[in-house]
């Protein structure tokens, strides 16, 4: 007799509600999930909380140990004080070091015979204060200069005498001796000597003010003094220096293992199939696992950095570490905010690494290497003569390690340092979109033949529209390149280069990465180039409004600059200069090099490839936003100018990309572009005359309010005829709608 | 619905071009349970992957409820469950965060998830664990898991990959009854298993697959008829010695 038929399931709820794909909120359930299963993992847990407990204090146990035996034994460091000449020299020797260190020896063999009745000579050698040098070790050297002797390292005390006198010219009475000790800002040994010291010169004192009341029956005035003289100490010889190279081994040590564990580590769970069979973009899950690396790694470093400064506050060695004023709430601010440039840079780089491993071992075996890769640069951080400049400043990892060095020391240079947070920013999201583009991609899933070809393979079919993570491998790529590039160019023309060199390599550039770069992505993962790049036909009416919004968005552009200039009025001056420089350039290369081809390139890229990518999944407006940001942080990075070009560029990318989404084309913006950037340029060039005609105005005067409410008539004109030309057939960036389910 | 056309899948391995699925065409309709068999490599899972978009057909083409995969993997994907006994848990999530994550990743919201979750909870009797982490689950709680999971987006598809392997009697029963109940509730499902004895006993339509092609096809009596052979696996075996020498791969 058969068995009854199971029940069955409940009848599923009648039509569920579908949360958007693209909805951050989700995205962030998602990061929660990874977070919460990654922090209940135990072996995060003794990277997290169980290693910087017992790691610090034995360290810092064991550190301060070696000292004290390294400076008791005999052989052991020998430590130098400066004096300014042989006299002063002999004078410390013997009446501080020898005089000073017999008295103290003898109080305390005095002190131990009484307690016990040993040897007062045995014990007084046994008992030198802990972790304080012999004075066999300690010598005292004639040099020219005190100062500089202590501040470059080469004497660890420096010690000038005033001496005061008393009775006849003739026979002159020494009195009182002052001592000025000069040492090193958080130089151990230094502070070791001046305690060394001032022991000493107490036991004198006390030993001569003891006898004289003994002889005379009376204590007069006290024989020794001393003062103290901090000298500053180079940056490069502080601590401090270490920070960076400290901070590297903290996020890469936090991150490592959830890298390793929420990328190889699905696969070998056997999780990483079902999670590739649920309708989510491998973007936003690589996002999610991408907020919780980089929490962890945030937390391991902050559990570190806390671990290390109650330790080195409680052994006395924060001095040691960030000087004398010890750890400023600054220096913690700056600390915490390179922390999280660190480990956002890392966890991107760690997840992209191990994104194409199919196991633990494998992808430890790929991490030893980069690891070792990473420390390097930190090495780099050692060396005075290595500065910050603009290719390096781009260089990855190396502008990390130099910019957290020159905040730290409080050297930075803005310009330079800005280059090197945009850039480090843009490689950690050039690294998440390769690990979206990596992870549990069919190869990577089943283990068939994968390589690192499979990143650039091309799809079977030909594609609607670019892929986002194909999207943002081009967008990093060409911001980053372009910086790169801008400095070979400079490198490569040297101090004496034409200006027609630098527009002419600048051009070029721009035609490469912002046309060729994308053009090829896009034939590699097979997307039309009319689709692509939204290369369509508009109507002559959306041309005409392109026209007139060109020719009139000028003077806001200028309003705008003029802005920007409030802020910070030192801008202006670069954009004096600036316009100083292209009178010497001629016109046509000015129109061809600043007008043409940044329309062509950057329409093509932004609006063409960008808007088209992003519209697909999200609406008009933002895609359309999201671009102009992007233009508009394009243009603070491309120049030297900086942010006097983010509010012209963003305003202007927005107009840009409601004429290109409205038209369904890119090529009225390019028109728009050109006339803008041509008129600019142009009325820059020709100011001179402009202003001897009685036209135009000087680059940091306000355009006058008819001119002004004139231009906004005429672009109120141009976006009503791009309104009225209406959307082509076929432009509509989403898919055509979808079948009919059967 | 699911229908396959032409899928073919060539893959480099070793140097070699294999031919792993050759012009495979089939459908399934609702409440149908087709049986894909064959022996190991016949290319059985490739096609289950294919069908749902992880792994991208040389040629063909696959389609679920109306939505052709490579057109519209994500409508695809959410219309579908897998199971596969190589699928793993997280084991430091519990089997009800577990669910709710899936309920999330397929797009459900709040409340549909917690009501689907109900239903789960229910139908797998998983009341006793479902907050307990994964990692301490026995073997065949964590098959109940894997099961809920697969149908916590309430799919009308479902694609399971040698779903009995590694199972005991108990545990392959509540494979069977799983199979049962979701055809009754209308769900297309193709199972792939190389346990001919099994698949007779669930199965409404059966594929033989040898080497990437589609050897036999149709119902267990339309198959005993074209071949004169009363088992699956005397067809099975008889297939094997018609075919010749494995001439795609090159």
Redo the contacts between chains.
Sequence with gaps: MSAP??????A??PG??????HDLG?WL??AR?EL???L??RRTIVTLLLMPILVYPLLSMGFRQFLISSFDKPGGWTFLIAAESVEAANLIQREVIQAGDELLRAERGALASAAAGADPADSADEELAPGEPRAEFVHVEPVSDLDESVSSGKYDLAIRLATFAEGTQERPQRVHVRYELIYREGSPPGQMLVQFVERRLAAVNQFRLQRRLLTTGRSTHIPNSWTYNLVKAPPNQSLLTLVPLILILMTITGAVYPAIDLTAGERE???L????????PRLGMLFAKYVAVVTVALLTAAMNLTAMFITAYSMGLTQYIFGEAGLSITTVLLIVLLLVLFAAFFSAVLLAVTSFARSFKEAQAYLIPLMLLAISPGLFTLMPSVEMNVVLAVTPLLNMVLLARDVLHGTANPLLAGMAIVSTILYALLAIALAARVFGS?AM??G??ASWSDLFRR???PRTAPTLSGVALCTALAFALQSVGGGLLAALAGEGASLEFAYIGSAIVTILLFLVLPLIMALAQFVPVTAAFQIRGASPVAFAGALLLGLSLWPLAHELILFSGLIDPDLLDKVRAQAAEIRSISPALLILSVAIVPAVCEEWFFRGYLLGAIRERTSAWSAILLTALLFGLFHVFVTVILPVRFLPSLSLGIVLGYVCWRTGSVLPGMLLHAVHNGLLILMGRYQTQLAQWGFGASETQHVPPLWLAAAAAVALIGLALVWASGRPAGAEQK?AA????? | MISVVELTKRFASGGQNVLAVDRLSFSVSPGEVYGLMGSNGAGKTTTLRMILGLVEPTSGFAEVEGFRTSEHPDEVKSRIGLVSTSAGLYQWLTPREMLLFFADVYGLDAKAAAQNLERMVSWFDLYDFLDRRCGYLSTGQKQRVNLARSLIHDPPVLLLDEPTRGLDVMGSKVIFDFISAARRDGKSVIVCTHRLDEAEQFCTRFGLMHRGRLMHEGTLAELQAATGSTTLSEMFLAGLAQSGPQEDAA
């Design positions: 038929p199971p029940p069955s399931p409940p599923a709820p569920h509600t579908r949360v958007p794909q989700r359930r998602l999930k919460r299963e990654t209940r993992d769970r056997g999780t199939e079902s999670l590739m069979a649920a309708p989510v069919d899933l089943f068939s033949q799809p079977e079919r898919p979808l079948p009919v389910p059967s």
